[in-house]
C-alpha cells in the first residue's frame, strides 16, 4: 500500500477546473471539498505514523474520504 495523498488533483485530473468552478458557484459543494481535504489529510498523517490511529479508525477515515470523493465527482459530472 502507498502512502501518497490523494489529492482530488491527482484523483480527477480531468475534472480540476469543473471543480473548481463549482466551488466558486455551490457552498455545499465548497464544504464538501473542504471535508474531503480534511480527512484526506488525516488519513495520510496516520498512513505515515505521523499521527498513528488504530485499524478501525483508519478505515473509518477511509471510508469517509472514498463516500466523500464519490460524492464530488457525482456532483460534478452532473
Do not use: C, W
Not at 49 to 64: A, F, G, I, Y
Amino acid at each position: 500500500m502507498t502512502h501518497t495523498p490523494h489529492g482530488l488533483a491527482e484523483d480527477l485530473p480531468d475534472l480540476v477546473d469543473a471543480i473548481r468552478e463549482k466551488k466558486e458557484q455551490d457552498a455545499h459543494f465548497a464544504r464538501l471539498v473542504e471535508d474531503y481535504q480534511k480527512i484526506n489529510e488525516a488519513v495520510h498523517l496516520a498512513e505515515t505514523d505521523v499521527e498513528p490511529t488504530d485499524d478501525l479508525h483508519m478505515n473509518e477515515m477511509r471510508k469517509k474520504r472514498m463516500a466523500l470523493k464519490d460524492e464530488i465527482f457525482r456532483r460534478v459530472s452532473a
